[in-house]
C-alpha cells in the first residue's frame, strides 16, 4: 500500500469518526434519521493504521486536520481543492508516482489526480 | 460478482440495480461495483470498507424496509444515487429487526462540502420515505419515474 493510500484512508475513517464524535455534525445525521454511536473499533483501526504511517508525514496531517478540519486535499488541473492555489507545474509529480507532497499554499498533504 | 441493471442507464448520477443476496456486506460491495462501472470512483475498496465502516458507528437501516448508506469521500469522482431493490430482502440489522427491501447509497465527491452531502441523503430519504413509494418501485422498477422522483436531489 503506498502512503498517499494510507493517508487517504486515515482521512476517510477521521471524517468518519467526525461524524459520530462531533455534536453539531452527529445531530444533523440523527435529524435525518440515523442512531450514531461511538465506535471503538473504528479508532482502533485509526490506531493501527497511524503507527505504520510516517511520523513526520502524520505530523503534518494531523496538524491540517486540527487547523481545518481535513488533513488531505486533492488536486484537479493543478488547483488545490483545499485552498485553491494554483500549484507550479514543476509541483506535479511525475505520472505513477506515489510520493507524498505538500501544498504550499495550505500545508495539507495532496493528494493529486 | 454479475450485477443486474434492470434498466439501461439513461441518466449517469442514478441507477437502479437488483440486489440478489441477502448480506448486508454483499449489497455494498454491488453498490461500490456498479459506481465503479460509472467510473464515479477511485481506490473502490477504500469505498467499500467506509461503507461497511458506517455501518459500525450505528445500521444505516431507517426501519421499515428501508436503508439510506453513502460516503462523502475523496474517492468519489462523480456524484451518484444508486437504488437497490430486493424482493426477499436483506438483512441489515435494523433498529425494528425488519429485512430491508429498498436500499439507497448516494456517494458525494469529497471536495463537496458535508452540509450538501447530508442535504443530498436527506432529498433521497425524503423521497423514498412512504412505504407505498417503496413498494411502487419494487413493483415496477421504473427507473424514469425513479429518476423524477429523486429530481430534488442536489448535484
Ligand atoms: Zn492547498
Known sequence: MSMARAFLELHELDQLLAQASDPARAARWRKVGYTLAAAPTLVRDRERLAVTLDRRWLGV??????????????????VCLGCRLTLPTSA???????????????????LWD | MAIAEIFPVTDTSLDLLELRHRRRETALHQFVQSALEHRALRHPELVESQLARRERLGSTALGRGFAVTGAWSLCVRSPLVLVGVSERGLEWDAEDGAPVHVATCVLTPGECTEDLHVRRVTAVVAALKLQRTRQRLIDRRDLAWLANLLREVPR
Open chain 1, 61 to 78: 496531517y494531523e496538524r491540517c486536520l486540527g487547523r481545518y478540519g481535513k488533513g488531505l486535499s486533492t488536486v484537479r488541473k493543478r
Open chain 1, 92 to 110: 506535479a509529480p511525475p505520472p505513477g508516482d506515489a510520493h507524498l507532497h505538500v501544498c504550499e499554499g495550505c500545508g495539507r498533504l495532496l
